[in-house]
């Protein structure tokens, strides 16, 4: 029997197995201004849906406890993952010391004018800003891009071209999904709304901190899926 090589055994992994959205998924080669966006949640979803890290497979995470859903798609940054660096940029721009990485991959809300009937999807996006979130003690930045030659959206560069209402409908949304009607303290709090260079240092620390956390994989799957 003739030998298996490498490149053999990943061309039958690639053919046998999905890939895991989190790892097995490059950024893309145009990183961070155009990257590729997995996609958890619908406007429409009553549930909240999440990347279960493991298996890599899209799970009912609870539901939605209160009235409150997302007004835009919203999903994770594939290849990122938030740690040092990422929250150092956070506690740079807060001047808040004791802030840490949530170590969970980057968070990205795509705004489109299309349809889009379901979840589990990738889509390649430009992000245009941000709201630099803080989740206890942890930065947890929400990316704000549009779909990557979106008939209405696609000419924004910046998250300044937005209509005020559709930041205000995300920033209540996360300001208010983990709160119940009558607390006094709030879970989460937006220190600032960014724009666009500042969204692609979050991502390119994103996949700094992402590479030093889980070594050279990241190169490994490319040229396995290549």
Same mark, same amino acid.
């Given at each position: #029997?003739?030998?298996?090589?490498?490149?053999?055994?990943? &061309? #039958?992994?690639?053919?046998?197995?999905?890939?895991?959205?989190?790892?097995?998924?490059?950024?893309?080669?145009? &990183?961070? +201004?155009?990257?590729?966006?997995?996609?958890?949640?619908?406007?429409?979803?009553?549930?909240?849906?999440?990347?279960?890290?493991?298996?890599?497979?899209?799970?009912? +995470?609870?539901? =939605?406890?209160? *009235? *409150?859903?997302?007004?835009?798609?919203? %999903?994770?940054?594939? =290849?990122?993952?938030? %740690?040092?660096?990422? @929250?150092? /940029?956070?506690?740079?721009?807060?001047?808040?010391?004791?802030?840490?990485?949530? @170590?969970?991959?980057?968070?990205?809300?795509?705004?489109?004018?299309?349809?889009? @009937?379901?979840?589990?999807?990738? #889509?390649?996006?430009?992000?245009?800003? %941000?709201?630099? #979130?803080?989740?206890?003690?942890?930065?947890?930045? !929400?990316?704000?891009?549009?779909? +990557?030659? +979106?008939?209405?959206?696609?000419?924004?560069?910046?998250? *300044?071209?937005?209509?005020?209402?559709?930041?205000?409908?995300?920033?209540? /949304?996360?300001?208010?999904?983990? =709160? *119940?009607?009558?607390?006094?303290?709030?879970?989460?709090?937006?220190?600032?709304? $960014?724009?666009?260079?500042?969204? !692609?240092?979050?991502?390119?620390? &994103? =996949?700094?901190? $992402?590479?030093?956390? /889980? %070594?050279?994989?990241?190169?490994?799957?490319?040229?396995? /899926?290549?």
């Amino acid at each position: #029997m003739t030998p298996m090589h490498l490149s053999d055994n990943a &061309s #039958m992994l690639t053919k046998a197995f999905r890939a895991h959205p989190w790892h097995g998924i490059p950024i893309g080669p145009k &990183s961070p +201004d155009i990257i590729n966006a997995y996609i958890e949640i619908l406007p429409t979803d009553t549930v909240k849906y999440e990347l279960d890290k493991v298996t890599g497979l899209l799970n009912i +995470d609870r539901p =939605q406890r209160f *009235s *409150s859903v997302c007004p835009e798609l919203y %999903g994770l940054v594939p =290849q990122t993952y938030c %740690g040092e660096r990422v @929250a150092e /940029y956070c506690r740079e721009k807060t001047g808040r010391n004791t802030i840490q990485g949530d @170590a969970d991959p980057l968070d990205i809300c795509v705004l489109t004018e299309k349809h889009i @009937a379901h979840t589990d999807i990738f #889509m390649r996006v430009k992000p245009i800003g %941000g709201l630099r #979130m803080i989740d206890g003690n942890e930065a947890d930045d !929400k990316i704000v891009a549009i779909l +990557d030659d +979106d008939p209405s959206y696609g000419y924004w560069t910046d998250i *300044s071209q937005c209509p005020g209402m559709v930041v205000e409908r995300l920033r209540h /949304y996360f300001l208010t999904y983990k =709160q *119940s009607p009558d607390a006094v303290r709030r879970v989460c709090e937006i220190t600032h709304v $960014y724009g666009a260079e500042e969204a !692609k240092e979050v991502v390119r620390r &994103s =996949q700094e901190d $992402y590479h030093e956390h /889980y %070594g050279d994989i990241a190169e490994v799957l490319q040229r396995m /899926y290549a």
